[in-house]
């Protein structure tokens, strides 16, 4: 059962316009949610991370909303840039217990048209 | 710079071998993660390490094993490389719980 999903493979934008990328999980223990950027044959790289005590958290032109309630997270990157074209991955962890584990999405290929 | 580096970054090898992936880091981070990334599957988590001589299985830890004798390093080892572990190997670090994990840049395996 995929506790972490990212429904959208690939989302094409146009340069300077707004990129959302989407996940939604289903195990409720979850409670800090990063996503990674990826470039190829290079590894994953942090992008942003959540806690479930917020709803929001904001680093440059990358914010990542959170609503609990339906189990939806969401990365807005405003403005895009052809320079983010990469693959996004959403990841969870469950932090209770000393769980550093953590469950990635399947991935969203992004890339941004000059 | 503390890093976290993996060796070799590609290797081709055939069905009933075993192989060895190295990963080392610098950072001197307790909690140490293979990962593989397939097509399709995202990134799925094989073994982990919380510190030295401790290890754990992940969701995809069968047909693998690993070690940790000291902090730096945690080694994969595939006992009998089978064509379905044909794949790309991350090795990852992470300080603690607040702190997201590093990733390494991977090592592609193909197996004949």
């Known amino acids: 059962d995929q506790q972490v999903k990212q429904n959208s493979p690939s989302l094409s934008v146009q340069e300077g316009r707004i990129s959302i990328l989407n996940c939604d999980y289903t195990?409720?223990?979850?409670?800090?949610f990063l996503w990674y950027k990826k470039y190829p044959a290079e590894g994953p790289t942090f992008l942003i991370s959540?806690?479930?005590?917020?709803d929001k958290n904001e680093d440059g032109r990358f914010t990542v909303f959170l609503n609990k309630s339906a189990k939806h997270l969401s990365l807005h990157i405003v403005p895009s840039q052809p320079g983010d074209s990469a693959v996004y991955f959403c990841?969870?962890?469950?932090?209770?217990?000393?769980?550093?584990?953590?469950?990635f999405g399947k991935g969203t290929l992004l890339t941004v048209n000059p | 710079d503390a890093e976290i580096t993996q060796s070799p970054r590609h290797k081709i090898t055939e069905t009933g071998r075993q192989v060895t992936l190295a990963c080392h880091q610098t950072?001197?981070?307790?909690?140490m993660f293979w990962y593989r990334q397939d097509l399709g599957h995202g990134l799925r988590l094989i073994h982990y390490?919380?510190?030295?001589?401790?290890?754990n299985k992940g969701e995809v830890s069968d047909g693998y094993s690993v070690s940790r004798s000291n902090t730096e390093d945690l080694p994969l080892t595939l006992e009998s490389a089978a064509s379905s572990q044909t794949s790309v190997y991350f090795c990852?670090?992470?300080?603690?719980?607040?702190?997201?994990?590093?990733f390494g840049d991977g090592t592609r395996l193909s197996i004949l």
């Open positions: 990852a670090s992470s300080e603690n719980l607040h702190q997201p994990q590093h």
């Open positions: 195990n409720s223990m979850f409670d800090y």
């Open positions: 959540i806690s479930s005590i917020k």
């Open positions: 990841a969870a962890s469950a932090r209770g217990g000393s769980n550093y584990k953590l469950t």
């Open positions: 950072w001197n981070h307790n909690n």
């Open positions: 390490s919380y510190g030295v001589q401790d290890t």
